[in-house]
C-alpha cells in the first residue's frame, strides 16, 4: 500500500477507508480480522488543494492538530517514504457513508517495528515480488492495496532489527558493461557482487543494449528478450526527438527515461563495468527503457508539429500517473513484456502473441479463442499485467448474464428505496481497469451486451462523447463519457484512452458468437490460440512425466496424445493435468504402495476427471470416437477403467 498523510491520520485513528467502487475497496473488502496490512507511507504528505482540505477533514475528525500531524508525518517518513509500522486489522470491512460519500472502511491496529524501513529499503526485500514493486515505484494521492506474499511482513520485522544481513534481504541492482550474461556474471563476480537469486542486472554496450538480466540461481544470470539495437547515445536521441514529437494525449513522459540512458552513458564513458544502482526506483527507469524506445520509435516518425517548441522541455501532460503510465505502457507493450508476465514453460506461439500486441495497441478490445486448457485466461491476464499492472478485473460470464450483470441496476438501499448498482464493465471503468470475461460467448450476447456497443466501439472523434444509460444516481442520470482522465463521480463512468476488454471463449463454442451479433464482434479482434502440434505435445508430455521416471512409457505417451487429440482439441493446461495426476498416482506413499498399480489406470483416471468434461453438450458418437482412440494407444487400459470413462461421457453427452 502507498499513502500519504490523510492515510496517516487515519491509522492514528485505528481507521483505514477508502471511497466505495474501487479497486481498493474490493481489497479492503477481502481482509479479515488478524490480516496483516504493510503501510508504504510515501514523502509527499498531501497532493494539492484537494488534499490538503481532506488531510484537514480527517485530522479534525480524531482531534488531530494539521500542523503537528504534518510535522510528526514528515520525522515518520523522511526523504525516500517509510514502512514505520505494521498494521494488524482488528475488525472485518464494512460499508459506511463519510461527508456523503459511501466508503468502505477496516478498523487496524499499530504493531511496532524496532526500527522504521526505509521506503527505499521496502522496494528492494527479496520477499517483494517485482510486478507488486512497480506499483509502488511512482506516488499518487490515492490509497492503493496489493496482495502480497506471507513471508513479507516477516522480511520486514527482519529487516528492521539490528544486524541485519542485507545482501540476504536486499535485492541488488547493477548497470554491466557486458554484452552476455556469462560476461556479466564475471565482471560482477570481480566486483565483489556475485549474482544472487533475486538480482537484477543491465547489460550495456557501445553499440547496443543487450537489457535486463535477472538472477533465478545463485551465480548466474538470464537474459529477457528485450534487447534495444541502438547505441546508448542513438536511444537519448530518439527519446528527445519523440518528446519533442509527442502530443499530450500520447502522455509519454521520457524525463526519467533519458536520465537512465545519461548514466548508461556515464558508465561507458568512465570505463567502469560495474556500477551499483541500488535504488529500485532509478533501477526501474533503466529496465523499462526497451518499453518507451518501442513507444519513442513510432512517435518520432510523426513530423514536428508547428506549435511544439524544438527544445527537449519536459512535457506537462496533465493526467493522473496511473492512466499516464497505462497509456505509455500500451503504447510501448512488446511482445518480451507480455513474455516476462507468463508462468514459465508456458507454451504459445510468438506469432499469436504478436497479433494480441498489435491488436491491443491498435485500440482493439480482444477475443481470445481456443479449446479448453491452451492458456487463453493466463494470456489475458499477462497482457493486463504487462500494460496495468495489478489494475484488472475478472469475471466469468454465464447463459443468466443480463444488462444487471455488465452495466447494473437497481437493488434496495436498507431504506424503502432503491439504489444503483454498478456491474462489472461498469466497475472496470471506475479506475480504469482492464476487464478479462472469461467465456464470455456463455451469455446472450444481445441480451448483456447490446446497449454497451456503442460504448466499445470508441475509436477516433470518442474524445468527449458521452451515452447516457436508462439509471438515475442522487448525482443523475448514470453517464460513459470518453475521456482522457477519471472523475470523482458516482454517476459518471469515463472511458479512458488506454481501457481494454479481453474475453475468453472456447472454440467449440466460438460459432454461436459469431451467429449472435456481429455488431458485438466489430469491437474486437478475435485471436485463436491452437493447441500445440503432435510433436510438441509429445516433448512436452515426456517433459510433463519425467519426474515419474517410468521406464516405459511409449505407451502412456500414445494414451496422453489420444485424449487429448479426440473431437474435442485440448490445451496443455489440461494435458499438463493428467500428466501431473499420472505423476502423483504411481508417486511412493509412506504405505509403500502408489495409489495406482500401473500408470495406465491412473491415466485413464485422469482422463475421467480432467478430459471428459470438456465433452460436455457434445454428441454421444464423440464420446465413442474419443473411446475408441484411447483404447487403441494404450491397450493396456482395463476394460473396467474404459466402462468408467463410456459411462462418465455419457453424464456429460448429448442424447
Same mark, same amino acid.
Given at each position: 500500500?502507498?499513502?500519504?498523510?490523510?492515510?496517516?491520520?487515519?491509522?492514528?485513528?485505528?481507521?483505514?477507508?477508502?471511497?466505495?467502487?474501487?479497486?481498493?475497496?474490493?481489497?479492503?473488502?477481502?481482509?479479515?480480522?488478524?490480516?496483516?496490512?504493510? $503501510?508504504?507511507?510515501?514523502?509527499?504528505?498531501?497532493?494539492?488543494?484537494?488534499?490538503?482540505?481532506?488531510?484537514?477533514?480527517?485530522?479534525?475528525?480524531?482531534?488531530?492538530?494539521?500542523?503537528?500531524?504534518?510535522?510528526?508525518?514528515?520525522?515518520?517518513?523522511?526523504?525516500?517514504?517509510?514502512?514505520?509500522?505494521?498494521?494488524?486489522?482488528?475488525?472485518?470491512?464494512?460499508?459506511?457513508?463519510?461527508?456523503?460519500?459511501?466508503?468502505?472502511?477496516?478498523?487496524? #491496529?499499530?504493531?511496532?517495528?524496532?526500527?522504521?524501513?526505509?521506503?527505499?529499503?521496502?522496494?528492494?526485500?527479496?520477499?517483494?515480488?517485482?510486478?507488486?514493486?512497480?506499483?509502488?515505484?511512482?506516488?499518487?494521492?490515492? +490509497?492503493?492495496?496489493?496482495?502480497?506474499?506471507?513471508?513479507?511482513?516477516?522480511?520486514? &520485522? @527482519?529487516?528492521?532489527?539490528?544486524?541485519?544481513?542485507?545482501?540476504?534481504?536486499?535485492?541488488?541492482?547493477?548497470?554491466?558493461?557486458?554484452?552476455?550474461?556469462?560476461?556479466?556474471?564475471?565482471?560482477?563476480?570481480?566486483?565483489?557482487?556475485?549474482?544472487?537469486?533475486?538480482?537484477?542486472? !543491465?547489460?550495456?554496450?557501445?553499440?547496443?543494449?543487450?537489457?535486463?538480466?535477472?538472477?533465478?540461481?545463485?551465480?548466474?544470470?538470464?537474459?529477457?528478450?528485450?534487447?534495444?539495437? #541502438?547505441?546508448? @547515445?542513438?536511444?537519448?536521441?530518439?527519446?528527445?526527438?519523440? #518528446?519533442? =514529437?509527442?502530443?499530450?494525449?500520447?502522455?509519454?513522459?521520457?524525463?526519467?527515461?533519458?536520465?537512465?540512458?545519461?548514466?548508461?552513458?556515464?558508465?561507458?564513458?568512465?570505463?567502469?563495468?560495474?556500477?551499483?544502482?541500488?535504488?529500485?526506483?532509478?533501477?526501474?527507469?533503466?529496465?523499462?527503457?526497451?518499453?518507451?524506445? &518501442? &513507444?519513442?520509435?513510432?512517435?518520432?516518425?510523426?513530423?514536428?508539429?508547428?506549435?511544439?517548441?524544438?527544445?527537449?522541455?519536459?512535457?506537462?501532460?496533465?493526467?493522473?500517473?496511473?492512466?499516464?503510465?497505462?497509456?505509455?505502457?500500451?503504447? *510501448?507493450?512488446?511482445?518480451?513484456?507480455?513474455?516476462?508476465? +507468463?508462468?514459465?514453460?508456458?507454451?504459445?506461439?510468438?506469432?499469436?502473441?504478436?497479433?494480441?500486441?498489435?491488436?491491443?495497441?491498435?485500440? =482493439?478490445?480482444?477475443?481470445?479463442?481456443?479449446?479448453?486448457?491452451?492458456? =487463453?485466461?493466463?494470456?489475458?491476464?499477462?497482457?493486463?499485467?504487462?500494460?496495468? =499492472?495489478?489494475?484488472?478485473?475478472?469475471?466469468?460470464?454465464?447463459?443468466?448474464?443480463?444488462?444487471?450483470?455488465?452495466?447494473?441496476?437497481? +437493488?434496495?438501499?436498507?431504506?424503502?428505496?432503491?439504489?444503483?448498482?454498478?456491474?462489472?464493465?461498469?466497475?472496470?471503468?471506475?479506475?480504469?481497469?482492464?476487464?478479462?470475461?472469461?467465456?464470455?460467448?456463455?451469455?446472450?450476447?444481445?441480451?448483456?451486451?447490446?446497449?454497451? !456497443?456503442?460504448?466499445?466501439?470508441?475509436?477516433?472523434?470518442?474524445?468527449?462523447?458521452?451515452?447516457?444509460? $436508462?439509471?438515475?444516481?442522487?448525482?443523475?442520470?448514470?453517464?460513459?463519457?470518453?475521456?482522457?482522465?477519471?472523475?470523482?463521480?458516482?454517476?459518471?463512468?469515463?472511458?479512458?484512452?488506454?481501457?481494454?476488454?479481453?474475453? &475468453?471463449?472456447?472454440?467449440?463454442?466460438?460459432?454461436? +458468437?459469431?451467429?449472435?451479433?456481429?455488431? !458485438?464482434?466489430?469491437?474486437?479482434?478475435?485471436?485463436?490460440?491452437?493447441?500445440?502440434?503432435?510433436?510438441?505435445?509429445?516433448?512436452?508430455?515426456?517433459?510433463?512425466?519425467?519426474?515419474?521416471?517410468?521406464?516405459?512409457?511409449?505407451?502412456?505417451?500414445?494414451?496422453?496424445?489420444?485424449?487429448?487429440?479426440?473431437?474435442?482439441?485440448?490445451?496443455?493446461?489440461?494435458?499438463?493435468?493428467?500428466?501431473?495426476?499420472?505423476?502423483?498416482?504411481?508417486?511412493?506413499?509412506?504405505?509403500?504402495?502408489?495409489?495406482?498399480?500401473?500408470?495406465?489406470?491412473?491415466?485413464?483416471?485422469?482422463?475421467?476427471?480432467?478430459?471428459?468434461? #470438456?465433452?460436455?453438450?457434445?454428441? *454421444?458418437?464423440?464420446?465413442?470416437?474419443?473411446?475408441?482412440?484411447?483404447?487403441?494407444?494404450?491397450?493396456?487400459?482395463?476394460?473396467?477403467?474404459?466402462?468408467?470413462?463410456?459411462?462418465?461421457?455419457?453424464?456429460?453427452?448429448?442424447?
Amino acid at each position: 500500500m502507498i499513502t500519504n498523510a490523510i492515510a496517516y491520520a487515519q491509522v492514528r485513528g485505528q481507521r483505514l477507508w477508502v471511497r466505495d467502487a474501487t479497486a481498493s475497496a474490493d481489497a479492503l473488502r477481502g481482509m479479515s480480522v488478524g490480516d496483516t496490512v504493510i $503501510p508504504l507511507f510515501e514523502p509527499t504528505p498531501y497532493h494539492g488543494d484537494a488534499g490538503a482540505v481532506e488531510l484537514a477533514a480527517v485530522a479534525a475528525e480524531h482531534g488531530d492538530d494539521v500542523q503537528t500531524l504534518e510535522a510528526d508525518y514528515v520525522a515518520l517518513v523522511g526523504t525516500s517514504g517509510a514502512v514505520p509500522f505494521l498494521l494488524g486489522v482488528t475488525a472485518a470491512a464494512r460499508t459506511v457513508e463519510r461527508g456523503g460519500v459511501g466508503v468502505v472502511e477496516i478498523s487496524v #491496529q499499530e504493531r511496532s517495528l524496532s526500527n522504521p524501513l526505509s521506503g527505499d529499503d521496502f522496494l528492494r526485500l527479496r520477499s517483494l515480488d517485482d510486478s507488486v514493486a512497480a506499483q509502488f515505484k511512482t506516488s499518487t494521492p490515492l +490509497l492503493r492495496v496489493a496482495e502480497v506474499t506471507d513471508g513479507l511482513a516477516a522480511a520486514v &520485522t @527482519e529487516a528492521t532489527t539490528p544486524g541485519r544481513d542485507d545482501a540476504k534481504l536486499l535485492k541488488r541492482y547493477s548497470l554491466v558493461d557486458a554484452l552476455t550474461d556469462i560476461d556479466a556474471v564475471a565482471k560482477l563476480t570481480a566486483a565483489g557482487r556475485t549474482p544472487i537469486i533475486g538480482d537484477r542486472v !543491465f547489460l550495456v554496450g557501445r553499440t547496443e543494449l543487450p537489457g535486463l538480466a535477472v538472477s533465478s540461481a545463485a551465480g548466474k544470470l538470464t537474459t529477457t528478450p528485450d534487447r534495444i539495437a #541502438q547505441s546508448p @547515445e542513438a536511444v537519448k536521441d530518439i527519446l528527445i526527438d519523440a #518528446q519533442r =514529437k509527442a502530443a499530450a494525449a500520447d502522455a509519454f513522459a521520457p524525463e526519467m527515461a533519458i536520465k537512465a540512458i545519461e548514466q548508461i552513458i556515464g558508465l561507458i564513458q568512465s570505463g567502469e563495468t560495474v556500477r551499483p544502482v541500488d535504488d529500485y526506483r532509478s533501477f526501474y527507469d533503466i529496465a523499462v527503457l526497451p518499453r518507451l524506445v &518501442t &513507444t519513442a520509435l513510432t512517435l518520432q516518425k510523426r513530423p514536428m508539429p508547428a506549435d511544439v517548441p524544438t527544445t527537449s522541455g519536459p512535457l506537462t501532460h496533465g493526467l493522473p500517473e496511473d492512466l499516464a503510465a497505462a497509456i505509455a505502457n500500451l503504447a *510501448g507493450l512488446t511482445v518480451e513484456a507480455v513474455i516476462d508476465e +507468463l508462468p514459465e514453460n508456458f507454451t504459445i506461439e510468438r506469432s499469436v502473441l504478436a497479433a494480441a500486441v498489435t491488436a491491443l495497441r491498435s485500440g =482493439k478490445h480482444l477475443l481470445l479463442g481456443g479449446p479448453p486448457g491452451t492458456g =487463453k485466461t493466463t494470456l489475458a491476464e499477462a497482457l493486463c499485467r504487462a500494460v496495468v =499492472k495489478s489494475n484488472y478485473h475478472v469475471a466469468t460470464a454465464t447463459a443468466d448474464w443480463t444488462t444487471f450483470d455488465t452495466i447494473g441496476g437497481y +437493488l434496495p438501499d436498507g431504506a424503502s428505496g432503491l439504489r444503483f448498482s454498478h456491474g462489472v464493465v461498469l466497475r472496470s471503468l471506475r479506475t480504469a481497469a482492464w476487464l478479462v470475461i472469461d467465456e464470455v460467448n456463455r451469455a446472450d450476447i444481445d441480451k448483456a451486451f447490446g446497449p454497451l !456497443f456503442t460504448v466499445l466501439s470508441g475509436g477516433e472523434g470518442a474524445a468527449g462523447r458521452t451515452s447516457v444509460l $436508462p439509471y438515475t444516481t442522487d448525482e443523475g442520470p448514470v453517464v460513459i463519457k470518453w475521456a482522457s482522465a477519471l472523475e470523482a463521480s458516482n454517476s459518471t463512468y469515463v472511458i479512458t484512452p488506454s481501457w481494454r476488454l479481453i474475453g &475468453t471463449l472456447n472454440v467449440a463454442d466460438k460459432a454461436s +458468437l459469431f451467429q449472435l451479433s456481429f455488431a !458485438f464482434l466489430r469491437r474486437f479482434a478475435v485471436i485463436d490460440i491452437p493447441v500445440p502440434n503432435a510433436d510438441e505435445y509429445r516433448q512436452l508430455f515426456r517433459q510433463w512425466l519425467s519426474p515419474a521416471s517410468l521406464t516405459n512409457i511409449d505407451e502412456l505417451l500414445a494414451g496422453s496424445l489420444a485424449a487429448i487429440s479426440g473431437p474435442v482439441p485440448i490445451g496443455p493446461a489440461i494435458g499438463r493435468d493428467l500428466a501431473e495426476f499420472v505423476v502423483q498416482g504411481v508417486a511412493p506413499t509412506a504405505s509403500g504402495s502408489p495409489a495406482f498399480v500401473t500408470p495406465q489406470e491412473a491415466l485413464a483416471a485422469a482422463i475421467r476427471l480432467f478430459v471428459v468434461p #470438456q465433452y460436455e453438450g457434445q454428441p *454421444g458418437t464423440d464420446g465413442e470416437s474419443l473411446l475408441n482412440q484411447i483404447k487403441m494407444a494404450a491397450p493396456s487400459i482395463s476394460s473396467q477403467s474404459i466402462d468408467d470413462i463410456r459411462a462418465a461421457l455419457q453424464q456429460v453427452a448429448l442424447t
